[in-house]
C-alpha cells in the first residue's frame, strides 16, 4: 500500500507542529481522503475513518469549547483513542490544553495552519491524491506539446530522445526522458513524472547525458503532466497497412484507464517533431469537437451525393 511520511505532509504545506513532544517521524498516511470529525465530536463513531487525517475548523472548534469539562474528558479520550495520523487545526485556531494532554497521551500529533478550512481540505486531498496514487514506471518520453501530455514509446534506440530533444528546441516542455513514472490520479487522469535521480537529464547516444534545464533554462522542463496521448515509434515494415485516414481512434491502457495512440513508422526523412506537434494539435481539435477525419468523410459523401443528383 503507498503511504507517505507526516514529516513530508508538514514540510509541503508548512504546518505548525503543537505537539513537538510526539515522535512523528514513523507516523505514514496511507489515506488520500481527510475526515472532519463533527459527528464523532458529538459521540457518534460508527464508521470512523480514523486512519484518515482529520481536520478542525470553526464549527468543530466552537462545538469543542462549548462543552462542559466532563463531556469533553470523555469525548477528547474516545476521539484520541483511535490511530489517528494527525489533527489539523485550520484558521490559527489553537485547541484547548485538555484536548493537548490527551492527544499526547494517545500520542496524536495536532498541527495547526493558517488557511481557510475548505481551502485546506481541498488542496490537501488533491496533492494526497497524486502522492497516494497507483504508480508504474514504464520505458518512455513524456513531453508537454502544446499543453497536451505527449507520451513517446518504442524501443530502444529508435530515436525519442532526439525527438524529445527538437521538440525542446521548438518551444516545448520535457518532462522526463527514458523512464516515465505514471499514477492514476482518477478514473479519467493519468499524471506522468520522472524519477528524482533523472529528472531533467536526456540520455542521447554518442553525446552521453544532456541537462536540459542548464542548457534550455527552466522554461523547457516541467515536473509533472497529464498523459494526453500516445505515440508509439516503429520500424517501417512495408508489409504492414497503416491507418491513412483516423476514422477509428486507437488506444493504450495504463492503469486500467486507456489514452490514445498513434503508431507511427519510422524511416529515413521523416521529422519526428513535426509529426508529434501535428498528432498534438490534431488530438486537442478533436477535444475541441472538430475531427479532421469525420470531415474529410463527409466532404466526400456530399460530392457523391451531387454526383448521383447530376447523373439522374
Known sequence: MASISLTKVIEKWKWENLTPEIDISKIKITQPDINRPALQLAGYFQHFE??????????????????????????????????????????????????????????????????????????????LNVQLAPCISIHGVLVDVYGEGVLITGESGIGKSEAALELIKRGHRLVTDDVVEIRKVSADTLIGSAPNITKHFIELRGIGIVDVKALFGASSVRDTQ???????????????????????????????????????????????????????????QKKMGYNAAQELYQRVQKSLAQKRDEDE
Open 50 to 127: 480514523a486512519t484518515r487525517l482529520q481536520v478542525v475548523g470553526f464549527v468543530e472548534y466552537s462545538y469543542m469549547n462549548g462543552l462542559d469539562k466532563e463531556l469533553q474528558v470523555d469525548i477528547y479520550e474516545k476521539l484520541l483513542n483511535n490511530p489517528i495520523p494527525g489533527i489539523v487545526f485550520c484558521r490559527e485556531l489553537h485547541p484547548n490544553e485538555l484536548f493537548r494532554e490527551i492527544a499526547v497521551k494517545h500520542g496524536v500529533p495536532l498541527l495547526m495552519t493558517k488557511s481557510a478550512t475548505s481551502a485546506c481540505m481541498a488542496e490537501i486531498i488533491r496533492w
Open 226 to 284: 497529464n498523459i494526453d496521448l500516445v505515440i508509439h515509434l516503429e520500424d517501417w515494415d512495408k508489409e504492414k497497412e497503416y491507418d491513412r485516414l483516423g476514422m477509428e481512434e486507437e488506444y493504450t491502457e495504463y492503469l486500467g484507464n486507456k489514452v490514445v495512440c498513434h503508431n507511427i513508422p519510422i524511416r529515413p526523412g521523416r521529422n519526428l517533431a513535426v509529426i508529434c506537434e501535428s498528432a498534438a494539435v490534431n488530438h486537442r
